[in-house]
């Protein structure tokens, strides 16, 4: 079995790609082998690998989109089956919560207001 953090590379419907074992078994992907320092400096140094349009995820991306995204922020979707849902989850866990003097922690700025 392997560390969660290990670096392996996978098979994605896009193509050969490295990340970490924890990523690969929560998408679902499969593990082709374990990268060499060589291939996975360049991945580790460019982040352009993701698997999902820019910007804060909508229900227009697919399912596998919005898994990916939640991947990479480390977002459990357990319980969140349709794409709204998948949103709603995604939005309220990379939410800012940092604290702002003068500010309630746990509020948003626009609750705040």
Known sequence: ??????IVRVRTERGESVVS???A????????????????????LTLGGRDYP???????WTHKQLDAYAVDH????AGAST?????????TATADTTHQPGTLPGVTAEEHA
């Open 1 to 6: 079995m392997q560390n969660p953090n290990d």
């Open 21 to 23: 074992a924890a990523a």
């Open 25 to 44: 078994r929560q998408a679902g992907w499969e593990v082709v082998g374990t990268p060499s320092v060589e291939s996975v400096a360049p991945a580790v």
């Open 54 to 60: 820019a910007g804060a995820p909508v229900t227009d």
């Open 74 to 77: 480390d977002v459990d979707l």
């Open 83 to 91: 794409k709204a849902a998948k949103v709603a989850a995604l939005e």
